[in-house]
């Protein structure tokens, strides 16, 4: 303990002499310090010689021992919470409210500030109306900075990171490369119908399955929320809010009849034989196993949640195999549309900060300022650079101030092995970041310049995206006269004053909200596999039963918006 407060005492001249530790700073002055880090996701231990985990070691002092989640998140989190067993850094995924209201995490307004930390507030500053709340007393509280969303200058929109049906593009290719701008959810299937009535297995023999639903855990957005973008709405979590009314009309979807005509399609599909039963208790790594694997014609997800499925068809050069982005919608006369609405397809929204997800520091650390003196350093652009493209020469090259990548070079990113020895995810990935445009020159310490409009992730860069695309993709494209993944859908909406619904802290209605949660992922599936004769009778079953949580979850989350919009609005 003494020679902690060494340390901290250390570090305290440190920054009052300079605000923060210098890149080029040797960590010889600060005592070793080894930060215990959760992430509420499932990953894997980085090598013990990754070289950027080396070098934050030799830069600031400073080892990581992760755990990564394994098994259920909200159990494994009433675990920590009920013995206070909590790391230094903490993710707790999207139950991060779980932890911030059972005390968990440190005011991170104690320690950044316009003078302590500038190039942390100048982060958050511009959404700070959004990420800072208040606590019970009235206090000005931040306890995540968000690990993503904070983009310099315009959003940049190559591809669907988000929500959307996704569909394999030899589908597409087979179907003659049809017109998929504006698709119901029909014609969704009738390509994945008719693919594999020409078809029925790939060349090994081992049969296509039509659709694939994951239902496990948080993850049952998979078959919960498809509803409101057939609606043409972006991803609100759980209910469809009506932009265009004053009080922002806030309703749950699930129980409503337009929501009846999506679960009465998945029924017939599945009768079809395009569902299989077992993919209502697949877990995620067996999903990601079955999309690894080439097999899944199509599903309803968010392209991050399944990022390693296409990262190994990619290293496999199953090109074919891998997944388009779609936004079919209901038709306009879907039954129980409200009054007034209109459906058009909006499955992109503006750019939005990712509020109370990434890392806290939780009220166990010893040393909350030697972090955030940390995280204030890596901001810096060198650093982020570093986190992003890797080392110069080793895993990127700059030609006339551009950021490139060789073939080979592009090719590690997909690697999974690679990523382990030669990237630091596992804290990257949950820290606070820049993303989109590089807005200004960067100068390297050999000199190099980086100059301004390059993109801080090698995935944006449209050298490396377009330029280095293998040639069925490019072909794929040139099909639909496209140039780039985002082509398929509409441009991303203007982001509405609430921001995204699902961000709403839940827990003053935990148990209604569990309760609504738990009817659905118990009775939907039931309802997907009925007797087609039966369904009429189920789905009013399940509207009964569920009534009481959703109207109490609806009440709830129709006066937070209004109070998250106000926020925001000034009013």
């Not at 006339?400 to 030669?422: C, F, S, V």
Request: some cysteine; proline content about 6%.
């Amino acid at each position: 303990m003494k020679k902690l407060v060494a340390s901290m005492l250390v570090l305290a001249m440190l920054v009052s002499m300079v605000s923060l530790l210098p890149i080029a700073a040797s960590a010889d002055a600060l005592e070793p310090i080894t930060l215990t880090v959760f992430r509420g996701d499932p990953g894997d231990q980085p090598t013990d010689d990754n070289k950027i985990y080396k070098l934050i070691e030799e830069k600031f002092g400073v080892k990581f021992q992760f755990e990564y989640l394994a098994g259920d998140l909200d159990e494994k989190l009433g675990m920590m919470i009920a013995g206070e067993d909590y790391p230094d850094l903490f993710d707790g995924g999207n139950s991060a409210d779980l932890i911030i209201s059972n005390g968990a995490l440190i005011n991170l307004l104690d320690y950044v500030s316009p003078e302590k930390t500038p190039r942390l507030w100048a982060h958050i500053e511009p959404q700070k109306a959004r990420l800072i709340d208040k606590d019970e007393d009235g206090n000005d509280v931040l306890y995540i900075i968000p690990n993503y969303g904070l983009p310099d200058g315009p959003q940049i929109a190559l591809s669907v990171g988000g929500p959307a049906f996704f569909l394999q593009k030899q589908v597409l290719a087979d179907a003659g490369y049809p017109d998929v701008k504006n698709l119901t959810i029909d014609q969704y299937f009738d390509l994945i119908e008719g693919f594999l009535a020409n078809h029925p297995t790939n060349a090994d023999g081992t049969p296509y399955t039509g659709f694939a639903i994951l239902c496990e855990d948080w993850r049952h957005f998979c078959l919960i929320n498809p509803v409101q973008h057939l609606m043409g709405r972006p991803n609100d979590g759980e209910v469809l809010i009506d932009v265009s009314t004053n009080d922002f009309h806030t309703e749950t979807f699930i129980d409503k009849p337009y929501a009846k005509a999506y679960y009465k399609k998945l029924n017939e599909e599945f009768h079809k034989g395009l569902i299989n039963k077992d993919t209502f208790v697949m877990n995620y790594d067996q999903y990601i196993a079955a999309l690894s694997s080439g097999t899944i014609l199509g599903m309803f997800d968010q392209a991050w949640d399944f990022g390693g499925a296409t990262s190994a068809l990619n290293d496999a050069k199953m090109y074919e195999n891998t997944y388009v982005a779609l936004g079919p919608v209901y038709p306009d006369d879907v039954e129980g549309k409200p009054e007034g609405w209109t459906i058009e397809e909006h499955y992109l929204n503006g750019s939005l900060p990712n509020v109370r997800r990434g890392f806290g520091i939780s009220v166990k650390c010893e040393c909350p300022e030697r972090i955030v003196a940390m995280w204030e350093e890596m901001m810096s652009d060198e650093w982020q650079i570093i986190f992003n493209w890797g080392i110069k020469d080793e895993d990127y090259y700059v030609e006339n101030g551009r950021l490139l990548m060789t073939e080979e070079q592009y090719a590690q990113l997909n690697d999974a092995n690679w990523k382990l020895a030669n990237k630091a995810e596992g804290f990257f990935q949950s820290s606070p970041k820049k993303q989109g445009w590089i807005m200004n020159d960067i100068t390297l310490e050999d000199g190099t310049v980086i100059t301004e409009g390059n993109c801080w992730e090698p995935g944006n860069q449209n050298e490396i995206v377009l330029g280095l695309m293998n040639d069925y993709d490019k072909e794929f494209l040139g099909h639909y006269g496209y140039s780039k993944w985002a082509d398929f859908v509409n441009p991303p909406i203007d982001l509405a004053p609430y921001g995204e619904a699902w961000q709403i802290d839940y827990t003053p209605v935990d148990v209604e909200h569990q309760d609504f949660c738990d009817i659905q992922d118990r009775m939907l599936p039931e309802l997907i596999m009925c007797d087609p004769a039966e369904f009429d009778a189920k789905w009013d079953a399940f509207v009964a039963e569920i009534g009481p949580s959703a109207k109490a979850f609806e009440d709830y989350m129709q006066e937070h918006v209004l109070i998250e919009a106000q926020k925001v609005l000034g009013k």
